[in-house]
């Protein structure tokens, strides 16, 4: 993720460094690192409500700790699924409830188990289509009601948004009119492209998707906040980087990032 560039010497560094410095230097203060002589490679595998976050994180701790990263982003279903089968990882991100199976399956190291941030659903629509009418539970059922498609995706928001809509009474009327989202597609791409009329998503996985505008949050009587969290894998080889990774993303150097990216931190 990171490049390598030729530096002159006798050539004033460029302003967007010197903005950088004072972070990267509260970056390496704020860990407890290990051997610098012994960089190592991360594996991370992580819900995509985390990715546009940390791919602007990572960059900062690989210059800080010497250590290099490299992450696969899925829905919350998908990472349990990859890690029960099997698959190779140092550090897991995914929604809360699959982070307690993992645990009961033994695939996370005891005590690794950590908070990394919080999101809230969102409602979006087509970039200059009317804005639908959010403010309250009623208000949403009647948006529903009165869409041509609506689109959820098949992670943590998309299982809540079931039960949301029994709860509602309209789950049989949503059945009939949901657009397909294929697994690890934004649903802000599919409102985008005119395929649903009204999305429903993780805010921080809205937020980057353009031609879409964000309506806002879901009302707080029917607000779902789902806590990402995760530890370290218990097969894991590279525990003390790792460990060093989930200090970082958990510091507060980390905690403006993660914030403008729609997420809360812990």
């Known amino acids: 993720m990171m490049y390598g560039h030729a530096r002159n010497l006798g050539k004033q560094p460029h302003r967007e460094d010197v903005m950088k410095a004072p972070f990267i230097i509260a970056v390496a ?58 698959e190779a990882a140092d550090l897991i991100i995914l929604g809360d409830s699959g982070t307690e199976e993992l645990i009961r399956q033994g695939k996370l190291a005891a005590g690794s188990r950590v908070n990394f941030a919080k999101s809230s659903i969102g409602v979006a629509v087509r970039a200059g289509a009317p804005a639908p009418d959010i403010s309250s539970a009623d208000a949403v059922k009647r948006s529903v009601l009165a869409a041509k498609s609506v689109a959820y995706s098949a992670g943590a928001s998309g299982i809540y948004l079931v039960s949301m809509f029994q709860n509602l009474g309209i789950s049989d009327q949503v059945k009939s009119k949901t657009a397909t989202v294929k697994p690890g597609e934004p649903v802000g791409e599919v409102v985008a492209r005119g395929e649903a009329e009204i999305g429903f998503h993780q805010l921080s996985e809205l937020i980057p998707v353009k031609g879409i505008q964000i309506v806002g949050p879901l009302p707080s009587e029917i607000q779902n906040i789902t806590v990402y969290s995760g530890g370290v894998h218990s097969a894991t080889k590279e525990a003390d980087a790792a460990i060093a990774l989930v200090k970082f993303l958990t510091g507060p150097a980390a905690a403006p990032i993660i914030k403008k990216h729609g997420l809360q931190p812990g």
Request: with cysteine; charged share 20%; net charge negative.
């Open 29 to 86: 203060a704020s860990l407890v690192l290990p051997n610098l002589c012994q960089a190592s490679e991360i594996k991370v595998l992580a819900s995509v409500a985390m990715k546009d976050a940390y791919l602007e994180l990572i960059p900062e701790f690989e210059q800080a700790t010497g250590h290099k990263v490299s992450a696969a982003w899925s829905s919350t279903p998908d990472v349990q699924k990859r890690i029960a089968a099997g």
